[in-house]
């Protein structure tokens, strides 16, 4: 998968270079213009894949900090003094959501922002599905903040909480986890047609 070179590195410069791009969006750009870079493949970079965070386990050796542009636009949306307004939120997802990488830095999503606006769980859901093969690729390198990686099942607190509020129970939810997103998925439309609720929107007749 084809990440920005920015968002590897140490923590504190990942952090320093997201807030430097979030700066663009506040002169006007869109979030795929600010965070436009040389694309490298996630593969050939040492270290594990940071879903959330800051934390200090991971952030004095380089690692591919993919939450770090997301987490930093949440807090500048969401602090005391906000320095994006919150119309950026969908602005954000939809232009984020077109990339593998954009897909993945909102996947964690821990103070539960991405998933804020119910218009963005059926996108969001959708392009889980649309990616989840590319996303597994990576192996088992996924970090919530800890030295250990872990497959890519054990996260995933925004489509989790995306195919919940569309249906699916938690029962199902936890049964299904380690089958990975597609058995999720696909458990979710056999709810929905059996409840008599609409499909998504793209499989509408």
């Known amino acids: 998968m084809l990440v ?21 969006m506040r002169k006007g750009a869109r979030w795929s213009e600010a965070m436009a870079d040389e694309l490298v493949d996630v593969a050939t970079l040492p270290g594990l894949v940071v879903l959330d965070g800051p934390y200090p386990n991971v952030g004095f050796e380089p690692h591919t900090h993919i939450y770090s542009p997301f987490h930093w636009a949440d807090d500048a949306i969401w602090s005391v003094r906000p320095t994006l307004p919150m119309s950026a939120l969908s602005g ?27 218009e963005h769980h059926w996108p969001y859901i959708q392009a889980v599905e649309r990616r989840w093969d590319e996303l597994e690729a990576i192996g088992d390198r996924y970090s919530g903040g800890s030295q250990s990686p872990s497959p890519l099942w054990h996260f995933g607190s925004a ?32 709810v929905r047609a059996a409840q008599g609720l609409p499909p998504p929107p793209e499989e509408a007749p």
């Not at 410069?13 to 700066?23: A, G, N, Q, T, Y």
């Not at 954000?92 to 119910?118: C, H, K, N, Y």
């Not at 989790?160 to 049964?175: I, Q, T």
């Not at 997103?181 to 056999?190: G, M, P, Q, V």
């Open 92 to 118: 954000i997802f939809f232009d984020a959501v077109q990339t593998p990488w954009g897909v993945l830095g909102m996947l964690d999503d821990s103070t539960g922002t991405w998933m804020r606006l119910e």
């Open 159 to 190: 489509p989790y909480y995306a195919l919940c509020a569309l249906g699916l129970s938690r029962e199902d939810l936890h049964a299904l986890m380690p089958q990975g997103f597609h058995a999720l998925y696909r458990r979710l439309l056999e």
């Open 4 to 24: 920005p070179r920015f968002v590897h590195g140490l923590t504190r410069d990942v952090k320093k270079e997201s807030l430097r791009r979030i700066r663009l």
